[in-house]
Each structure stands twice: as structure tokens, then as C-alpha cells.
């Protein structure tokens, strides 16, 4: 049982590049999200999905896409990657009737040169 | 939104002593107040949540406690040991639980250091 899975670990992208960054959960979990973190500023969602099929804007969707592929995976897309992109990414799962909170991955350390 | 304010960026404790890490919220309707600890090159990892129909919960060393009225609520570490040296994120939240895609707001976080 591995949790939450975030590929790759570490990234290094040149500005204008795109990327994906993949999440994957074993649990059986409902809603999956995408939190970016950066110096001083805590998690900031970017986005999330509530259910399979369903996706939302967070606090800071600006220059990201997701897709929910299915209930398991939940993928963040960089189109055109900028140097404000450089951040810590964490994605994040919880089932629908969560008595608890999120379960989150090892994070996505990347950098946009 | 919400908008959570967390307090002290850093805190300096020697081992044994007691830690305590502050937080206040906007968002009169959130419910659900949980705590992450957050070790390095890892993600955060959920160490204690209370709602908003409790005052105070404990966990062998670590204790919350929140004030509605107030709107804040803190982290007790007592007798800390090096190994809780760590960044602290406190969040808030509507939660629901029969409902999908609640959102966490979280603090801007807290490195504890625990010194011999």
C-alpha cells in the first residue's frame, strides 16, 4: 500500500517547456488536489477534483491544466513553464466521507530556469 | 475565502520544554481544524485535527485547542524531543463529510527547532 505517488521527484525545466507532473493513489480515495509550496507561504491549491470526471479551480490555477485520468490518477499540466513556477508540488487525496484529512505525496521539487 | 495566519515562523525550544504555535482564521462557517508536521524532503503528514464541537483534543505529547469565539487555535507540544523538529502547518476548512472536495487553507507554516 503506497499512498500517494508523485512522479518525478525532481525537475528541471527551461522556461517555455511543458511538463506533466503525475499522482497516483491506491486508497481508493474520492477527491484528489494539487497544492503548489513556496517560501513562507504556506499550500496553495492550484487545483482539485472532487469526484472522478469533476474538476475545480483553486487559490492559484493560473498557467496549470489537470486532467483526472480516472478515480486512481490526477495529472498537472505545465504548458508553458515560467520562472514563478518554481515551487514544491504536492498532490493530495482524501475519500469523499473523510473522518480525516488529506493523505499527500513526497512532492515534485521543481525548477524553471 | 478563508484566510489562515499562522505564528511564529520559527521557534527555538530546548528539548523538554513545551512548544506552542498559534493560528487564527477568517471564515466563521469553517469546522475542521487539523495539523500537519511536515519533515524535510517529505510531504505534510496529518498529526492531530479537531472540529468545531470540541474545545481541546490530546494525543500523548500533542494537544489542540480552539476558541471559536475568537476565531484561533493552537498546537501544544509538551516535553519535545529532537525528532519533532519539523515545519508545523495548522489549516482550516468547511468540511463536510458527506460531501467530495473539501478544501484545506492552510498557515504559512512553523520550523520548529528542538535543541539538546
Known amino acids: 500500500n503506497a499512498g500517494v505517488t508523485q512522479t518525478p521527484k525532481f525537475q528541471v525545466l527551461k522556461t517555455g517547456q511543458s511538463m506533466t507532473l503525475q499522482c497516483a493513489q491506491d486508497?481508493?480515495?474520492?477527491?484528489m488536489y494539487w497544492y503548489r509550496q513556496d517560501p513562507g507561504m504556506g499550500l496553495r491549491l492550484i487545483y482539485y477534483?472532487?469526484?472522478?470526471?469533476?474538476?475545480d479551480k483553486g487559490e492559484v490555477p493560473n498557467g496549470y491544466n489537470v486532467s483526472r485520468l480516472n478515480k486512481r490518477e490526477f495529472s498537472l499540466r505545465l504548458e508553458s513553464a515560467a520562472p514563478s513556477q518554481t515551487s514544491v508540488y504536492f498532490c493530495a487525496s482524501i475519500v469523499r466521507r473523510g473522518a480525516s484529512g488529506y493523505t499527500f505525496g513526497s512532492g515534485t521539487r521543481l525548477t524553471v530556469v | 475565502g478563508e484566510n489562515v495566519e499562522q505564528h511564529p515562523s520559527t521557534l527555538s525550544v530546548q528539548e523538554g520544554d513545551s512548544a506552542v504555535i498559534k493560528c487564527t482564521y477568517s471564515d466563521s462557517a469553517s469546522n475542521y481544524f487539523p495539523w500537519y508536521k511536515q519533515e524535510l524532503g517529505k510531504g505534510p503528514q496529518l498529526i492531530i485535527d479537531i472540529r468545531s464541537n470540541v474545545g481541546e483534543k490530546k494525543d500523548q505529547r500533542i494537544a489542540v485547542t480552539l476558541n471559536k469565539t475568537a476565531k484561533h487555535f493552537s498546537l501544544h507540544i509538551t516535553e519535545t524531543q529532537p525528532e519533532d523538529s519539523a515545519v508545523y502547518f495548522c489549516?482550516?476548512?468547511?468540511?463536510?463529510?458527506?460531501?467530495?472536495?473539501?478544501?484545506?487553507?492552510f498557515g504559512t507554516g512553523t520550523q520548529l527547532k528542538v535543541e539538546l
Open positions: 477534483s472532487a469526484s472522478e470526471g469533476t474538476t
Open positions: 486508497m481508493n480515495h474520492n477527491s
Open positions: 489549516a482550516a476548512s468547511r468540511w463536510i463529510l458527506t460531501g467530495g472536495g473539501n478544501k484545506l487553507t
